[in-house]
């Protein structure tokens, strides 16, 4: 798809607040689920391991439905996608709340709603990265914030409106907000007339590429540990003697640090001199967030562990603010958005199969000290590879280089 918009115009900024606002509300509810899964549980009597899939569909689905959105954009636009992602996001919610057994919570929630909110969060990266050129590293951060924005309101808002109306009030409450998503698709510009349409709906070819494949994996390994984070601090914390209310603070300090890190990462527009700035601040990130979810195996006191938290959530949120912009020096900015739906379609797989990778742990040894050490590992994993994908991206653009060179001169000899 060739370029139809004017980038850094003033409606790019609108589309940004329009890209903003889809990751508060998609990111927001679909990690919310947390306060949901106590409800659930006890509601229908289900047992933890079936209760947790709902979950684990749901965010899994967000980002491992990225192909099918990358499709969809290439053949009707991020306004078309981002749109069809709010009515299908918000049916599922809202039939969320007709639901008579724990199954159809998991089609209902996990399933259609987790696509939905797939449908929002792909073209929600691909605009901010598309209608900007100068502040691009800042308006892919800016988007991203928005994720770590939707942890902090969506969880106190849900724990709110459970309080007065239920789970299954507020999962009708959520069912309309959620067509607010189709708004923020109504902002995207349409495609123009003389927008040219490339006729591919995905570019196979990146399958075969081995930094893609090397990328995806890493994105694999790293999802597997952070997931794991998320779904079973609370849990782990109580396990270590910590109270409830201290352990759930403990996950708002990471949202908040999170969020910090993901606006910070865009800072990198201003250093854009600095050679690989994007792509050392993933991986420096990635390795810190492994090594903070191993701290956590430290018998210590309350105050410790929420620096280890707050050092988590703040590499993580740096990791995820840079993400975009490394997709888009590794591979460019024509590639993003099938280069982008591919790796989410990678961090789906490390979600879904991380809670049950931990659970499974976590029956075997009685404890989670394995399961956090094990998604710690993981994330250390990723960054290694990181590395080697660096030498891989390096020994291919000097042979792109020496092959420009060699036609060069074979054209100055003809001539």
């Not at 893609?212 to 003697?241: C, H, K, P, Q």
């Not at 708002?252 to 201003?270: K, Q």
């Not at 990130?285 to 492994?290: A, E, K, L, N, P």
Request: hydrophobic share 50%.
């Amino acid at each position: 798809m060739k370029k139809f918009h004017r980038q850094d115009g003033g409606w790019a900024w609108m589309v940004l607040f329009s890209a903003f606002l889809g990751c508060v509300i998609s990111l927001g509810i679909s990690v919310s689920f947390g306060v949901y899964y106590v409800e659930l549980k006890s509601y229908y009597g289900a047992s933890a391991s079936v209760t947790s899939w709902v979950g684990s569909l749901n965010t899994g689905l967000l980002f491992g439905a990225g192909p099918i959105a990358s499709a969809l954009i290439n053949k009707f636009g991020c306004r078309f996608t981002m749109m069809l992602g709010g009515f299908i996001s918000s049916a599922g919610l809202i039939t969320s709340y007709f639901a008579v057994n724990i199954a159809h919570i998991i089609i209902s929630f996990g399933i259609v709603t987790g696509f939905g909110f797939g449908l929002i969060y792909t073209p929600c990266i691909v605009t901010s990265g598309t209608y900007f050129n100068k502040w691009r590293y800042l308006s892919t951060a800016i988007a991203c914030t928005g994720g770590g924005l939707g942890i902090i309101l969506f969880s106190l808002f849900v724990d709110a409106t459970i309080e007065a109306y239920g789970w299954r009030g507020s999962m009708l409450i959520n069912g309309g907000l959620a067509l607010n998503l189709v708004l923020c698709g109504v902002i995207i510009p349409p495609r123009s007339t003389d927008a040219v349409v490339e006729s591919h709906i995905l570019d196979i070819a990146l399958l075969r590429n081995k930094k893609m494949l090397i990328f995806a994996v890493s994105m694999l390994l790293w999802n597997i540990g952070v997931i794991v984070v998320f779904f079973s601090a609370t849990d782990y914390l109580e396990d270590r003697g910590l109270p409830h209310d201290k352990a759930v603070f403990l996950l708002t300090s990471i949202g908040i640090a999170n969020t910090v890190g993901r606006l910070l990462a865009g800072l990198t527009c201003f250093v854009q001199h600095w050679k690989n700035i994007n792509f050392w601040l993933y991986t420096a990130s990635t390795m810190i967030v492994g090594v903070a979810t191993m701290l956590f195996n430290i018998d210590t006191s309350y105050a410790l562990y929420t620096f280890f938290g707050c050092l988590f959530g703040l590499s993580f949120g740096l990791l995820l603010g840079s993400q975009a912009n490394v997709i888009i020096d590794l591979f460019g900015i024509l590639k993003l958005n099938d280069s982008f739906g591919y790796s989410m379609f990678a961090s789906g797989i490390g979600i879904i199969i991380g809670p049950s990778i931990a659970g499974a742990l976590r029956d075997f040894t009685h404890n989670y000290r394995v399961s956090f050490f094990c998604a710690g590992f993981v994330c250390v994993l990723s960054a290694l590879l990181m590395v080697v994908l660096f030498f891989v991206d390096k020994r291919e653009k000097m042979r792109e280089g020496t092959s420009v060179e060699v036609l060069a001169t074979d054209g100055s000899q003809k001539t």
